[in-house]
């Protein structure tokens, strides 16, 4: 059974830092391109980050040089480290698998998310 699983997130001030980890079942992340999506309040999907299967890692223009993906092949678990944070980084954060494992044909499953709200 295939699950993607997000946790880590919470309150933290503007200018700090948080990791958000998607544990995965069902599959073998290296096997698949996973990416993490995030949703703001009252706004649309935007792609945030991408690992390929060599583990190399590209960025939205919004997060480059602030949040960095991690991941932990021994634990099959991905990361989301997050610094500088931002008040317009308040989303629901999702991690998702690509739909066919080597290329960006869509993301076929999803995780249920978790909330990061960045306000002093």
């Known amino acids: 059974q295939v699950q993607l699983v997000e946790s880590g997130g919470g309150l933290v001030q503007p200018g700090g830092s948080l990791r958000l980890s998607c544990a995965a079942s069902g599959f073998t992340i290296i096997t698949y391109w996973m990416y993490w999506v995030r949703q703001a309040p009252g706004k649309g999907l935007e792609w945030v980050s991408v690992?390929?299967?060599?583990?190399?890692?590209y960025y939205a223009d919004s997060v480059k040089g602030r949040f960095t993906v991690l991941r932990d092949n021994a634990k099959n678990t991905m990361y989301l480290q997050m610094n500088g944070l931002k008040s317009e980084d308040t989303a629901v954060y999702y991690c998702?698998?690509?739909?066919?494992?080597?290329?960006?044909?869509?993301?076929?499953?999803w995780g249920k998310g978790a909330l990061v709200t960045v306000s002093s």
């Open positions: 998702a698998r690509d739909r066919g494992g080597g290329s960006s044909d869509g993301m076929d499953y």
């Open positions: 690992i390929r299967l060599d583990g190399s890692s």
